[in-house]
């Protein structure tokens, strides 16, 4: 297991702004196929945002997009996920995770993913 540490999580109202980060103890960083995850109560993980290891590839949720963007910093094993516009309906625990791969292939499935972070949370008030 890869250690991956999460912050940034906390409350914010309505239409407000969080940036989460995730540092990752890993030589080979840019090697990893990183994503953002988020569960909600009584719920599977879903898929939020994923970036390839080079950082020239990204997808996203639709139900984020124009709103999140996930961003890397190699040079300091980070991964970012910059959520704008925020509805209460994002409130949830927030997952970093990553995937070791040579590809620009981006997936999207949890399973997919064998290391991960210990979670953080969003709360958005309405």
């Known amino acids: 297991q890869v250690p991956m540490v999460e912050s940034g999580g906390g409350l914010v109202q309505a239409g407000g702004s969080l940036r989460l980060s995730c540092t990752v103890s890993?030589?080979?960083?840019?090697?990893?196929?990183m994503g953002w995850f988020r569960q909600f109560p009584g719920k599977e993980r879903e898929f939020v945002a994923a970036i390839t290891g080079s950082g020239r590839s990204t997808d996203y949720a639709d139900s984020v997009k124009g709103r999140f963007t996930i961003s890397r910093d190699n040079a300091n094993n980070t991964v970012y996920l910059a959520m704008t516009s925020l509805k209460p309906e994002d409130t949830a625990v927030y997952y970093c995770?990553?995937?070791?791969?040579?590809?620009?292939?981006?997936?999207?499935?949890?399973?997919?993913?064998?290391?991960w972070g210990q979670g953080t949370q969003v709360t958005v008030s309405s």
């Open positions: 995770a990553g995937r070791y791969t040579i590809s620009e292939y981006i997936v999207t499935t949890p399973e997919r993913f064998g290391d």
């Open positions: 890993l030589r080979t960083f840019s090697s990893y196929l």
